[in-house]
Structures are given as structure tokens and as C-alpha cells.
């Protein structure tokens, strides 16, 4: 069954559909092409790009190279038995220092101070209130996140960085990739009216104000975005726990 | 199937009614150079009428009357640039991109038409180049040749190019004429017009109670 209406639609359509609406002629569909392809980076960075998941093997010195499409990364971890996505702690002290070098566990080990914490140093995963074995909560204290080590990226050296202790040969990482044309460059069918607002604004036959209503029209039909009553009845399940209430 | 129009026809109306008759051979103004006047007054009606019709529908339309689509085949590859070429049936009339070639595409036999080209206006191709393009064929306009290039380089060797464009001259004086039929009299005002300033034509003189002959004051 064909239909025309699919959820994502390529820029040439929307930007045929601002032509006809406009009357205007076909010289103007290549500059409004390019408006178009601005639409789509300017909601690509905020609502629109769509991450995707993959593996990178770790190298010798502890990096793992960022893929070559990357953008912006959401998600950094490692994958637990029940294909569970679980993500390492974010270590913002882990210096950038030596990051392409082969040498770099050598150099950064090098100028370490002495800040060992016995049993936090020997083990994989990087816990809070972990001692002698097990771990625990403190009352009053949030409970912390169990995470099996840290990391850092530096999106200059384009690597991820891990720190000397880490134990594992790679790592999952998710993120706002590139896009590729497949003929032409696809959005979501949602932010059509977005895009077409925006080709307007920049046209000056509309405003900006404009265009930001139809970019949060359009997200509020956005797949993470979107309120079902399934998400609802799990969000309820999951809130409701014994615990003291006020 | 209507009559069509020639030029040579228009021709011999403009010259019957300037003359009054038919001309003879004091009158010194050649079919080529009526031609001329009529190649020229073609764009200057066909600019009226589409500002005409854009009181109607507040839009700056080419009148599909005008329109004709060539095949401009072969096209050759000018080395210097990468860019493929090939000769316009004439020199597009000034009008604005978009409008002076309303449309063109590639096509191959039993394929079906390609999808349209991107016209580039003069002032924009220095610069085209540092921005993403669309998939599809790129085209630019110097004089009466139009030059192709694809967005990815592909070769458009033995490609067969179709141009749509209004257009003002024929092949010949008999050719049929590309003009509707509300436009003949327009034009025909016009070149008359031209026509007169350009012949001297003596004029009567209305002025009455002087006596005929010469005329010393």
C-alpha cells in the first residue's frame, strides 16, 4: 500500500510545496533548497536529528575514536548481560593532555598526585558508598548511580578518553550522526510547516516568531516527545515505591 | 486546426495599412528590417500582457502562448571548467531568471523527463559552490549559451536537453509565429508606430483656408 504520506519527507518536496503556496518560479527553488537545508541543521541541533548506537573498539592508549559523521554524542556506556544500555560516569577531571599520543597512559600516570582511595582504585566499577565488598545507601544521601567506570570526550582530538583503570576493550556510544543524503535530505514530516516557515522568515514573507511556533508544533508530534497513555501508566508504576512521604 | 500566422503575414498587413494600399516602389522599407521592429516588439507585448495578467492573480507569469520547448543536442564539454554547453535557440529575452527559461530538463527516449535544472543567476555562481547542493544538474546562462554541470560532476555527454522559453524570433519569415492571438494586435500598433517615425510619413494638412502650392512664409 503506497501512500504519501511517510514519516520522514525530503527537502525537495517541502520546498516545492513553499513554491506553490508562494506561486513563485522554479528559479527560486535551488536558494530556497539551501533555506531549506538551514532549517534542517538549525532543528537537526535542537529537536530533529535522531541518534543512533554503535560500538567503538578501544585503542591501546585508552581512546576510542570518535566516528567520522559524529556531531554531538548522548550516550556513552557499556552493555550489561540484558542488553541493558549503561552508561559511564562523566569525568570531567580526566585531563586532555596526550590524548593522540600512543604514549598516553605513560604521560598522564606520569604526573598523577597521590589520590588513591584504596578499594575504589582496584575496582572496575566506579560506585559511590562501595566498601568492603558490596555497596549501600546512606539515608538522606541520594544513592548515587552504579556505573562500571568514567570517561571523557574530547571533541577537538575528536576521541573519547578513559582513565588508566579502565577494564573494558570497548564502549557503546550514541549519538547525533551527520546525515547523509539518500537522494535528497529527509526531516521529519512533522516540521514541514517548520521548514516552510523558516524559508518565509528568511524570504522576509514571514517572522521568526512564527517559525519557533511551527518548530514547537511540529515537536510536540515528535516520537520522544509524544504522551501515550502506556508511557503514562509506566511512569505511575515506576513513581510509586514505599518510601516516606511528606 | 487553426490557421497559423507567419511573420511574412503580419508583415504584409503592417505595409498594406501604412501604404494604404499596397506598397510600391517608393516605399523603401524592406520585410528584414519590418523584421526587425516585429522581433523587437514581441517582448516589448509580451512584458505588457504579463503585467496585465498580473493584476489578475497578483502573480508574474510567462502566458503559456508564448512558450515553445527545443532540444538542444549535442552537448559538448568546455574543457576549461568541466562544464557541458550547448546554444540556445536565441538570446533569452531579459526578463528574470525563471522567466526567461521557464523550464528545462534532460530526457531520454523511452526514460521519461528528468527532473527540472537548477538556473543559477549570474551573480550567485562564484559562490554556489561553497554551499550543499541539491541532487539534479546546475545550469547558467551567458549570452545565447547555456552551460550545464551536474552537482556531482557526472558526464552529460549525449545527453538530449529540452528548454522551454518564450521566444520572439522564428526560423524564417514564413515560420508560424508564437503568439496568441490577443498579442497581434498589440504588436501591430507598435510596429505601425515605429514604422511611421521611421518612413517621414507626409502628413496631411488639416489647416484649412490656405491655398495649395508653395509656400513662401
Known amino acids: 500500500m503506497s501512500t504519501d504520506i511517510g514519516k520522514y519527507v525530503p527537502l525537495k518536496q517541502v520546498v516545492s510545496y513553499y513554491l506553490d503556496e508562494m506561486k513563485k518560479s522554479y528559479a527560486e527553488f535551488d536558494p530556497c533548497w539551501i533555506l531549506a537545508f538551514r532549517a534542517l541543521i538549525s532543528m537537526g541541533f535542537s529537536v530533529a536529528f535522531e541518534p543512533k548506537t554503535i560500538r567503538i573498539p578501544l585503542n591501546a592508549n585508552l581512546t576510542a575514536n570518535l566516528p567520522a559523521d559524529y556531531l554531538n554524542w548522548t550516550k556513552i556506556g557499556v552493555q550489561d548481560s540484558d542488553g541493558g544500555f549503561s552508561t559511564l560516569a562523566i569525568n570531567n577531571a580526566l585531563t586532555k593532555y596526550a590524548d593522540n599520543s600512543p604514549q598516553r597512559i605513560e604521560k598522564i600516570e606520569q604526573i598523577q598526585v597521590n589520590d588513591s582511595v584504596g578499594l575504589l582504585s582496584n575496582s572496575p566499577a566506579f560506585v559511590n558508598y562501595f566498601y568492603n565488598g558490596t555497596y549501600f545507601t546512606l539515608f538522606g544521601i541520594g544513592g548515587g548511580l552504579i556505573q562500571h567506570g568514567s570517561c571523557n570526550v574530547d571533541e577537538v582530538n575528536r576521541v573519547i578518553i578513559f582513565p588508566p583503570d579502565f577494564r573494558f576493550e570497548s564502549v557503546l556510544f550514541e549519538y547525533i550522526f551527520s546525515p547523509q543524503r539518500d537522494n535528497d535530505y529527509q526531516i521529519q514530516t512533522c516540521l514541514q510547516e517548520a521548514v516552510i516557515a523558516f524559508i518565509k522568515w528568511k524570504n522576509k514573507e514571514g517572522s521568526m516568531q512564527e517559525y519557533y511556533a511551527m518548530v514547537t508544533e511540529g515537536r510536540r508530534s515528535l516520537d520522544k516527545k509524544k504522551v501515550t497513555l502506556q508511557t503514562i501508566n509506566q511512569v505511575l508504576r515506576e513513581s510509586d515505591a514505599m518510601k516516606l512521604r511528606s | ?217
Open chain 2, 1 to 217: 486546426m487553426a490557421i497559423p500566422y507567419s511573420k511574412k503575414q503580419l508583415i504584409q498587413r503592417i505595409m498594406q495599412h501604412v501604404t494604404n494600399g499596397f506598397p510600391d516602389d517608393d516605399f523603401s522599407i524592406s520585410e528584414n528590417e519590418m523584421l526587425l521592429y516585429i522581433d523587437a516588439g514581441i517582448p516589448y507585448v509580451l512584458k505588457g500582457q504579463m503585467f496585465e495578467n498580473a493584476k489578475v492573480f497578483n502573480v508574474f507569469e510567462i502566458p503559456e502562448a508564448y512558450l515553445i520547448t527545443y532540444l538542444i543536442t549535442p552537448l559538448t564539454q568546455y574543457t576549461p571548467t568541466n562544464e557541458w554547453m550547448g546554444n540556445l535557440p536565441q538570446t533569452p529575452l531579459a526578463l528574470p531568471t525563471g522567466y526567461n527559461i521557464t523550464d528545462a530538463y534532460i530526457s531520454q527516449d523511452g526514460l521519461g523527463r528528468g527532473q527540472s535544472i537548477f538556473f543559477t543567476k549570474t551573480k550567485r555562481v562564484p559562490y554556489r559552490n561553497n554551499m550543499p547542493k541539491p541532487s539534479g544538474v546546475f545550469a547558467r546562462i551567458n549570452g545565447q549559451t547555456i552551460y550545464l554541470q551536474s552537482y556531482n560532476g557526472m558526464s552529460l555527454l549525449n545527453q538530449n536537453l529540452y528548454v522551454e522559453m518564450p521566444i520572439s524570433r522564428t526560423d524564417d519569415i514564413d515560420a508560424p509565429m508564437v503568439l496568441p492571438d490577443d498579442a497581434i494586435q498589440a504588436l501591430f500598433d507598435y510596429v505601425c508606430l515605429k514604422i511611421k517615425d521611421r518612413y517621414g510619413m507626409p502628413k496631411d494638412v488639416v489647416v484649412d483656408n490656405i491655398g495649395a502650392g508653395n509656400k513662401s512664409s
